[in-house]
């Protein structure tokens, strides 16, 4: 699953205001609403209720809320780059400051658990988040996500 089949220039956000989780996914919820053309609300439910389950804020001030919506006909990401770290309860106490949200049909299946692999090599990347973290423009942020993973294996 390549980044450029999940993220479009618009669905990239280089400085997203929030002083908070819920906030950061309020925000994340409403902006991948006009993006996927979905309710607001469900999507807010669908990733509060994936945090119950256990933080997504995997660690390196990265978080990557994920969850699935029956009404969805396909994979979407947003990408986000907050203003200022927040505390996500991460898994190692740090504040995230980078964020890939990405949400899937009920029917994705393996598709869903390849795109959060994706996702996940990407960010996992020191150098590639060194980038990310050194731009506040969203063209800029978008063509180093669509680059920087257009050479790796899926």
């Not at 919506?69 to 995230?96: K, N």
């Not at 692999?117 to 731009?135: F, I, P, Q």
Request: proline content about 3%.
């Amino acid at each position: 699953m390549e980044i450029a089949k999940l993220l479009t220039p618009q669905s990239v956000i280089a400085k997203l205001r929030a002083t908070s989780k819920k906030q950061a996914l309020q925000e994340l919820a409403r902006r991948s609403a006009e993006i996927s053309g979905q309710s607001e609300r469900a999507i807010f439910s669908t990733l509060m209720k994936r945090e119950r389950l256990g933080t997504t804020g995997v660690g390196n001030g990265i978080a990557i809320p994920h969850g699935k919506l029956a009404t969805l006909d396909r994979l979407y990401g947003l990408f986000a780059r907050l203003e200022h770290p927040v505390d996500f309860d991460a898994i190692d106490d740090r504040p995230v400051d980078l964020i890939f949200l990405l949400l899937a049909p009920e029917s994705a299946g393996a598709d869903h658990l390849k795109a959060l692999a994706r996702v996940s090599r990407l960010l996992r990347d020191k150098a590639a988040c060194e980038k990310l973290r050194g731009t506040d423009d969203s063209e800029a942020l978008y063509a180093l996500l669509v680059d920087t993973t257009a050479s790796w294996a899926a």
